[in-house]
């Protein structure tokens, strides 16, 4: 038998609507206040002026942009790649690499998810050879031993799991083929380029363990193994294999888009879709309260509605404790001249605890940022 939930009546009070995200009541804006990550229990406040049409925010909590675009330098090694935010169960950091790794790597502290934001190239690792390419997940399991030989030059995101370990998330009541059927999933193989690369050349592994790195010494290549079997193992997911759940009449939660999920903290892939179609069906994100969760968002490809001045290569960081939704120049265009597909591609983390953001070079930040949500009322929303 299929588990449900008690019926019951949710209380409605003054002007509103009898459906969130949808037949707003005229000249009034929706704002989200909800627990647990949108799977808790929520209200729907109507209010006469966008939620985020602040003057000002004096103090340190505020939103964050960040252009990775400008973090130059390539590392050898992902353990040198620059920290963005951070947490006691989560380092994001973003990663320039420039050829081969010269050295091996194995990280002590927890699972390794990269996103390839641009370039291509080979893997390999304990479990054998995969060749990957941008718009790529690498799901790494602790203790997995590998390397990259980049074709030219990569990007990419570092997203590591301290003390936990990623898996997919329960899909309810669509099951568990929805988005993508883990059959899509791709694991390394023991091959011919797999074979060729093993050697008694000297070689080095540079494990980190409570973010101190040591160096182990081999007079061979460890990467030697003939076989294996069993059910932990690095895998790859391509955004391009992701079928996103999609409504004509409600605009989803962030949370539907769930694409992997860890101990203190989710990773989400907004892909490509058409719009909303409904007239009374909201298109632009709705503004939201999530205070139980810290969330950022890294611009991959495309142009991502609900986000003006932000480009491919940057990432914003909203903590709790704001409101957050779209920006003014979203907001204010006409729904019927918003074409019928969105074409933007973006990995979103949401944190359950509250993220710290790292040292960071000049130019990184966009200092601006906060005061770029005020001009709901006077923005020139012709540029």
């Known amino acids: 038998m299929s588990r449900g939930k008690t019926i019951k009546p949710t209380h409605v009070e003054g002007r509103a609507s009898r459906q969130a995200h949808a037949d707003l009541p005229d000249g009034t ?3 989200e206040l909800g627990r647990e990550g949108f799977f808790g229990p929520a209200s729907q406040m109507y209010h006469s002026h966008p939620p985020t049409a602040w003057s000002a925010i004096d103090g340190p909590l505020r939103p964050h942009a960040f252009d990775a675009n400008a973090i130059t330098g390539s590392h050898a090694s992902p353990w040198g790649a620059q920290r963005i935010l951070s947490n006691a169960h989560v ?3 973003f990663w320039r690499l420039d ?7 194995r990280s002590g502290d927890g699972d390794i998810l990269l996103f390839v934001h641009e370039g291509a190239g080979e893997l390999y690792c304990d479990y054998g050879h ?7 997940y690498v799901v790494l399991p602790r203790g997995t031993m590998w390397r990259i030989e980049a074709a030219g030059k990569l990007t990419a995101l570092v ?3 301290l003390g936990g370990a990623y898996k997919l998330p329960d899909r309810g009541l669509v099951g568990g083929h929805a988005q993508f059927d883990p059959a899509v999933l791709d694991i390394p193989a023991i091959d011919d ?4 690369q093993q050697g008694e050349q000297a070689w080095r592994v540079a494990v980190k363990r409570h973010d101190e790195i040591s160096l182990v010494r081999y007079g061979f290549n460890p990467l030697d193994a003939v076989g294996w079997h069993g059910d932990l193992m690095p895998v790859r997911l391509n955004w391009r294999d992701i079928r996103p759940l999609m409504s004509p009449r409600y605009h989803l939660p962030p949370s539907a888009h769930t694409t992997f999920v860890a101990g203190r ?4 892939t907004f892909v490509p879709k058409p719009m909303e179609s409904d007239p009374g069906a909201l298109r632009a994100p709705f503004f939201h309260n999530n205070d139980d969760y810290d969330e950022v968002l890294f611009y991959h490809a495309g142009n991502y509605f609900g986000r003006d001045h932000i480009g491919t290569g940057w990432l914003t960081f909203h903590p709790g404790g704001l409101t957050h939704g779209p920006h003014p120049k979203a907001l204010a265009a006409d729904p019927g001249l918003v074409d019928g597909a969105h074409d933007g591609v973006a ?12 040292a960071l070079p000049d130019g990184v930040e966009w200092a601006d940022y906060v005061n770029s949500w005020k001009g709901y009322l006077d923005t020139d929303t012709s540029a």
């Open 159 to 161: 997203i590591e799991a």
């Open 29 to 31: 804006y929706e704002r």
């Open 91 to 93: 380092n994001f950091s």
């Open 265 to 268: 903290f989710i990773i989400c």
């Open 130 to 136: 995969l060749g990957f390419r941008d718009g790529d």
């Open 347 to 358: 990995v979103m983390m949401d944190t359950r605890d509250a993220l710290e953001v790292a």
């Open 99 to 105: 050829g081969a790794m010269p050295d091996l790597v």
């Open 193 to 196: 380029a797999f074979r060729a």
